[in-house]
């Protein structure tokens, strides 16, 4: 599972405070033994991928870092006040509160309390940061937790090397350059309480994204 098939819009729970069901219940209705592996990437780095992304086809150039803060700004400003009269979990699937930015899905701890209750230890949530820098380790995790038979390792990374893949992104984030300081210590306090929140309920630090 990744980020954008764990978060559903409310339009889709008319009449509901919180939605009452989620993917992670149609899944586990379906197949409730799949094995279920999460990779979460940091919150900050993973908006303005985003950001950056969904505007390459659309005046790619017309978006600069100081036009990403004001962005940030004002979705921050929304969530805040959706806080203010409703539940963290119904703002968290709410696309009222946070649409151009999505800034609500870097809040995992919203979503993956209901994969890893209803998948219990047949969850696996990794970082983005630990496969880059340990693919092979990370992978060799993956195949445990799926059950899957443990490839040879120098096979298995030889096979890595020869398949890894330009980021198509990259290009986007050249263009558009670095974020603004101000607007990466915005973000990183925003998230912070949610990713200290996530790495106690997952019970690992490396989910901080320090």
Same mark, same amino acid.
């Given at each position: %599972?990744?980020?954008?098939?764990?978060?559903?819009?409310?339009?889709?729970?008319?009449?509901?405070?919180?939605?009452?069901?989620?993917?992670?219940?149609?899944? =586990?209705?379906?197949?409730?033994?799949?094995?279920?592996?999460?990779?979460?990437?940091?919150?900050?780095?993973?908006?303005?991928?985003?950001?950056?992304? /969904? /505007?390459?086809?659309?005046? %790619?150039?017309?978006?600069?870092?100081?036009?990403?803060?004001?962005?940030?700004?004002?979705?921050?400003?929304?969530? =805040?006040?959706?806080?203010?009269?409703?539940?963290?979990? /119904?703002?968290?699937?709410?696309?009222? =509160?946070?649409?151009?930015?999505?800034?609500?899905?870097?809040?995992?701890?919203?979503?993956?309390?209901?994969?890893?209750?209803?998948?219990?230890?047949?969850?696996?949530?990794?970082?983005?940061?630990?496969?880059?820098?340990?693919?092979?380790?990370?992978?060799?995790?993956?195949?445990? /937790?799926?059950?899957? =038979?443990?490839?040879?390792? %120098?096979?298995?990374?030889?096979?890595?090397?020869?398949?890894?893949?330009?980021?198509?992104?990259? %290009?986007?984030?050249?263009?558009?350059?670095?974020?603004?300081?101000?607007?990466?210590?915005?973000?990183?306090?925003?998230?912070?309480?949610?990713?200290?929140?996530?790495?106690?309920?997952?019970?690992?630090?490396?989910?901080?994204?320090?």
């Amino acid at each position: %599972a990744v980020v954008s098939t764990q978060s559903t819009g409310e339009e889709r729970y008319p009449g509901y405070e919180d939605p009452p069901y989620t993917n992670a219940d149609l899944i =586990h209705t379906v197949t409730p033994d799949a094995k279920v592996v999460v990779i979460f990437r940091n919150p900050t780095e993973r908006l303005l991928s985003n950001y950056v992304f /969904h /505007h390459k086809n659309n005046n %790619a150039k017309d978006i600069t870092p100081q036009t990403f803060h004001s962005e940030v700004q004002k979705e921050i400003e929304n969530f =805040h006040i959706c806080l203010k009269s409703r539940p963290l979990r /119904h703002c968290c699937f709410s696309d009222k =509160h946070s649409q151009k930015l999505r800034i609500a899905v870097g809040i995992y701890i919203c979503f993956a309390t209901d994969w890893a209750q209803l998948f219990k230890e047949n969850f696996l949530a990794i970082t983005l940061k630990e496969y880059y820098s340990d693919t092979v380790g990370t992978m060799l995790k993956v195949y445990n /937790h799926i059950g899957l =038979h443990e490839p040879d390792v %120098a096979d298995l990374t030889e096979f890595i090397d020869k398949s890894r893949t330009k980021n198509s992104n990259t %290009a986007n984030k050249e263009v558009f350059g670095q974020m603004l300081e101000k607007t990466r210590e915005l973000l990183n306090n925003f998230y912070e309480p949610y990713n200290i929140d996530l790495a106690d309920y997952l019970g690992d630090s490396k989910f901080l994204f320090k």
